[in-house]
């Protein structure tokens, strides 16, 4: 074939794929993966650690905790930041990012990890059940991670995130309740990061406000992404306790967003961004605070003891009097046969006289 027919062959094939390329319908979010549709049934399709082991979140079971003594109180620094620094809020198309500064890092998980972004998951109006962990089976309203990369190995998150020991997820678990001017901090900018990727700078303010007050209660365990990838390279802690937000606030975080651009035809709304409890596969979960039914055992055992010992020591007792009574009843007895006997005199008869 001439070089010229050649050319204007490849030029046909060329259109012709274009226009079947363009005839496929993208994702609704514009994304590689979804949450809608199959959802993340689909995503070990094209992301293979997702079917694979050490998936997140979890149920914490209460039947698989095991207490950890050397499990110490988180230290966060650089989580205070001022009001005169700005944040970048972002509109990923999967949920609401909030990017952190690098002077923000925990203490006392072996490396140093370097916060690098926060980000929240949620359910729906009608269902405000959209935390990814739960506890023994309990979903709560929406979960906050905030996530830190390895920074003694790695330079930045992107390059830490499939590697062993590379990140480190904090999970705080959201309930509905009072007013949060914490969360409000993020919430009332909502409105202007609407569609995907749309951003705003907003004021810094205090990240650990968004925690809660008790950092000393946790579960830890090692997991994965909760997104695609899904690479098994976190290490969770979260915390027992949850932080309230109120009605008004979780209904903003479940109505105000998109999952796409703001010119797309077919707006699909932000919501249901929580992927299902994974598989257990037998793994260890530490926490650093006792069950309440330890707390019971241990009080039982307590009680058992005492109870023995009381019992013995009142056996003692009661034997002790026994014998005491007894001696003295003894004693008292001879007393009483000494009493019962008559001592008589000896009567020498006199000899007769006669006259």
Known sequence: MPAQGFSAARATVLIL??????????????????????????????????????????????????????????????????????????NNGHSVKLGLPPNMYIKGLGPRYTATQLHLHWGNQNNPHGSEHTVDGKHFAAELHIVHYNSDRYPDASTARDKSEGLAVLGVLLEMGSFSPSYDNIFSHLQDVKYKDQKIQIPGFN?????????????????????????????????????????????????????????????????????????????????????????????????????????????????????IWLLRRKKSSKKEENKGVIYKPAVKKEADINP
């Open 17 to 90: 794929f274009l226009k079947v390329q363009s005839s496929v319908p993208a994702p609704h979010n514009g994304s590689k993966w979804t949450y809608v549709g199959e959802g993340e049934k689909a995503w070990s399709k094209s992301f293979p650690s997702c079917g694979g082991m050490l998936q997140s979140p979890i149920d914490f079971d209460s039947d698989n905790l095991q207490y950890d003594s050397s499990l110490s109180p988180l230290v966060l620094e650089g989580y205070n930041m001022s009001s005169n620094e700005q944040f970048i809020l972002t």
């Open 207 to 323: 990240i650990l406000d968004l925690l809660p007050q008790n950092l000393d209660e946790y579960y830890r365990y090692q997991g994965s992404l909760t997104t695609p990838p899904c690479f098994p390279s976190v290490l969770w802690t979260v915390f027992r306790n949850p932080v309230q937000i109120s009605q008004d606030q979780l209904l903003a975080l479940e109505t105000a967003l998109y999952c796409t651009h703001i010119d797309d035809p077919s707006p699909l709304e932000m919501v249901d961004n929580f992927r299902k409890v994974q598989k257990f596969d037998e793994r260890l979960v530490r926490v650093s605070f006792q069950k309440e039914e330890d707390f019971s055992s241990a009080g039982l055992s307590m009680g058992i003891i005492l109870s023995v010992a009381i019992a013995g020591v009142l056996g003692v007792s009661v034997i002790l009097a026994l014998s």
